[in-house]
């Protein structure tokens, strides 16, 4: 079984569907309200659990109602949250989710996941080095994504950055990542005015840009691969990149090699497209395989 701690964000989604999205000053009437547990890292956690790895998360949520519902949901889904602290005084983090016109538009509230911090994340240094694989994501502070590069580097655990939303990233952070897999509008802002084409032949092997229904690219060393994911009808893409990393790290930890990981993490992200929710369409393990 593969040991995968995830290092994220924990948060409630407020999700509304409507058939277009408001113009500036315009008011419309939406279709569906609900609110679901999300957060990337929650997302990530809850999905490498589904795909039958045993997954250890470290994050915040806040001392409220949304909290707790976060935390049920992990224990329901297999995920181990010794590392996983309500934080007083604060709410839990939250994501307000737009559904229209075949795709989503999202707005991130941060608020316990601020206290991510260094601090936090040394008290689960034992778990991390007993990992086959670390999973961390940007909705947290910048300090520990750069601390947990540093002792990944360290402790010669393969880390895997998956850094949305998007903001620079120090050389440094790049070098210590095993894996990174920003999606096209992410790779731009990571690496403004470059041509993508010289940026993943300067990173072989670990910069992995995911281009929706085109599937994902990379450069192996010897030329630019591109793997076709697989077509299907949208129903809703919120969590689809969550999926795919997910599905991937837990393909790279069991010892597939990249190509057949990517095929197995885009047959995983095309099927949790075919559901409502960023978890809820989140397809079990039996389910991406026999549907490959």
Do not use: W
């Given at each position: 079984?593969?040991?995968?701690?995830?290092?994220?964000?924990?948060?409630?989604?407020?999700?509304?569907?409507?058939?277009?999205?408001?113009?500036?000053?315009?008011?419309?009437?939406?279709?569906?309200?609900?609110?679901?547990?999300g957060g990337k890292?929650?997302?990530?956690?809850?999905?490498?659990?589904?795909?039958?790895?045993?997954?250890?998360?470290?994050?915040?949520?806040?001392?409220?109602?949304?909290?707790?519902?976060?935390?049920?949901?992990?224990?329901?889904?297999?995920?181990?949250?010794?590392?996983?602290?309500?934080?007083?005084?604060?709410?839990?983090?939250?994501?307000?989710?737009?559904?229209?016109?075949?795709?989503?538009?999202?707005?991130?509230?941060?608020?316990?996941?601020?206290?991510?911090?260094?601090?936090?994340?040394?008290?689960?240094?034992?778990?991390?080095?007993?990992?086959?694989?670390?999973?961390?994501?940007?909705?947290?502070?910048?300090?520990?994504?750069?601390?947990?590069?540093?002792?990944?580097?360290?402790?010669?655990?393969?880390?895997?950055?998956?850094?949305?939303?998007?903001?620079?990233?120090?050389?440094?952070?790049?070098?210590?990542?095993?894996?990174?897999?920003?999606?096209e509008h992410e790779?731009?802002?990571?690496?403004?005015?470059?041509?993508?084409?010289?940026?993943?032949?300067?990173?072989?092997?670990?910069?992995?840009?995911?281009?929706?229904?085109?599937?994902?690219?990379?450069?192996?060393?010897?030329?630019?691969?591109?793997?076709?994911?697989?077509?299907?009808?949208?129903?809703?893409?919120?969590?689809?990149?969550?999926?795919?990393?997910?599905?991937?790290?837990?393909?790279?930890?069991?010892?597939?090699?990249?190509?057949?990981?990517?095929?197995?993490?885009?047959?995983?992200?095309?099927?949790?497209?075919?559901?409502?929710?960023?978890?809820?369409?989140?397809?079990?393990?039996?389910?991406?395989?026999?549907?490959l």
């Amino acid at each position: 079984m593969a040991k995968i701690t995830v290092i994220g964000s924990s948060s409630m989604d407020l999700v509304v569907t409507a058939q277009k999205r408001p113009n500036k000053g315009e008011t419309i009437l939406g279709e569906s309200f609900k609110t679901v547990p999300g957060g990337k890292g929650a997302n990530q956690a809850v999905a490498a659990a589904r795909f039958g790895a045993k997954v250890h998360m470290i994050g915040c949520v806040g001392d409220d109602s949304f909290g707790k519902t976060i935390l049920d949901n992990f224990n329901k889904n297999g995920v181990i949250t010794t590392y996983v602290e309500p934080v007083t005084h604060c709410e839990t983090g939250t994501a307000h989710i737009t559904l229209a016109e075949g795709d989503n538009s999202i707005i991130v509230v941060k608020g316990a996941n601020d206290h991510v911090t260094p601090k936090l994340v040394e008290k689960a240094l034992g778990v991390i080095r007993d990992s086959d694989i670390v999973l961390i994501q940007q909705e947290i502070p910048e300090e520990t994504v750069e601390y947990v590069s540093k002792i990944c580097k360290e402790y010669k655990v393969p880390l895997l950055l998956n850094p949305a939303p998007a903001r620079r990233l120090k050389e440094e952070v790049i070098e210590n990542a095993t894996y990174i897999t920003p999606n096209e509008h992410e790779a731009t802002l990571l690496f403004q005015n470059e041509d993508l084409h010289t940026v993943l032949r300067r990173y072989p092997n670990k910069l992995f840009i995911t281009e929706g229904k085109n599937g994902v690219r990379y450069y192996d060393g010897k030329e630019e691969v591109l793997v076709p994911t697989f077509q299907v009808d949208v129903v809703d893409t919120t969590g689809a990149g969550d999926t795919f990393n997910a599905a991937f790290a837990v393909a790279l930890a069991e010892g597939q090699n990249i190509k057949d990981s990517i095929r197995f993490a885009n047959r995983a992200a095309s099927l949790s497209v075919t559901k409502f929710g960023a978890q809820g369409g989140m397809p079990t393990r039996e389910e991406v395989e026999r549907s490959l």
